[in-house]
C-alpha cells in the first residue's frame, strides 16, 4: 500500500464516519485533484487488500473493521490535550472519591467521546483495610462493610447460621480493626485469630473469612449507554444487542493493546481502550461505539480522562500538563 492509497483509505474513513454513507470515487477525486478513474483503481487495490468494501453494486466504498483498524492505529499514541481539558477534568473528578470518583469517570468520558464508558478496576488484593463494620441483617446473615484506602467502600454478605449475639459482634469489631492489612491477606488473618478465641467469636471471624472471596472481585462502572442511541447504527437491533452483551458480559477485554492503548474491531462495533494504574494493578477505561467511530477524538479522550483518573487516584496534585 503506497501513499496515496493510505490517503484514499483515510479521507474514505473520514467521509463515512462523518456521513455514514458509502463515499463515491468522485467525492475522493475531487480533493486529491486526480481523476475518478484513478481513485477507483486505489480502490480496487485496497478492496482486494480487504481495508474497503462496495456494500452494493451501486454504491461507493466503506472501510471494512480491517481498514478501521489500520485508520484508527494511526492516532496512537494520541497527541497530549489542551492544558485546559487536563485541568478541567482533574477538578471535576476531585469533587468525589471512592465509586463515586469512577462513575463521574465514566459519565464524563461519555459526555466528552458521545460512546459509551466501561471502567474497570483490578481485584482489590492489594488495597489497604483501613475499618471494617458489622450489622445483623437477619437470625442468618450479617453485612460487612469494609471501608478501603482511596476512599472505597466495599460490601459482602455473611451467612452464619445461628447470627451471632450484639457482644460477639461488637468483639469481632474490635478484632477487626487489628487488620490493617492489604484485602488479599485479610482471609489468613482471619483464620488466625478465629483460632485463638472462644468458640463463638471464632465462628464469626471464620464466616467473614469465608465470605472473603465476594470482595475480591473486578470492578466495573459504566456510562453513556443512552448516548449510543444517537447514532445511526442504533436502528439496527443487532448493533444494541452487541453493545449490550459487551457491557452485561463479564469477560476480560478482547482489545489488541499496544503499550497503554488497546483497539477492538468487529464488522460492527468498536472499542477504544487505555490502561493505567491504580492500586497495584492495571485498571482499563474502554469507549464502545459503532464501528464508523470518531478514533482521533477517542483514543484522546480516553488517554485523558485515564490520565486524570491516575492522577486523582494516586493523590498527585499537578502534571506535566499543569506545569
Known sequence: MNERHVRVLHMVAETYIDTAH???????????????ATVRN???????GGL??????????????????????????????????????????RTLEGDGLFDLASRAAAELSGYAVLVKLPPDESLRILEIHLTLLSSRRLLAVVVLENGLIRQIGVDLDPAPSDATIDDAERNLRQLTLPVGEVPAALRSLAAST??????????????????QQPRRF?????????????????????????????????????????IALTEHLAQV????????????????????MRYRDAVAIAQDVSEALSAVTSGELYSSHEA
Open 273 to 292: 481502550g487505555t490502561a493505567f494504574a491504580f492500586a497495584g494493578g492495571t485498571a482499563t477505561l474502554t469507549l464502545v461505539g459503532p464501528t464508523r
Open 222 to 262: 459504566t456510562g453513556g449507554l443512552g448516548r449510543l442511541l444517537t447514532e445511526p447504527e442504533a436502528g439496527d437491533a443487532g448493533f444494541v444487542k452487541l453493545v449490550v452483551d459487551r457491557f452485561e458480559s463479564d469477560r476480560g477485554d478482547d482489545l489488541e493493546w499496544h503499550g497503554a492503548y488497546g
Open 42 to 48: 486505489d480502490f480496487g487495490t485496497l478492496e482486494e
Open 22 to 36: 458509502p463515499v463515491p470515487s468522485g467525492r475522493i477525486a475531487e480533493r486529491l485533484e486526480v481523476s475518478s
Open 52 to 93: 474497503l468494501q462496495q456494500p452494493h453494486t451501486s454504491a461507493g466504498r466503506i472501510p471494512t473493521a480491517r481498514g478501521f483498524h489500520a485508520y484508527a492505529l494511526s492516532f496512537l499514541p494520541p497527541r497530549r490535550a489542551t492544558t485546559s481539558r487536563v485541568r478541567a477534568l482533574r477538578a471535576r473528578l
Open 198 to 215: 472462644d468458640e463463638d467469636l471464632s465462628r464469626t471471624l471464620t464466616a467473614v473469612a469465608d465470605a472473603w472471596g465476594g470482595l
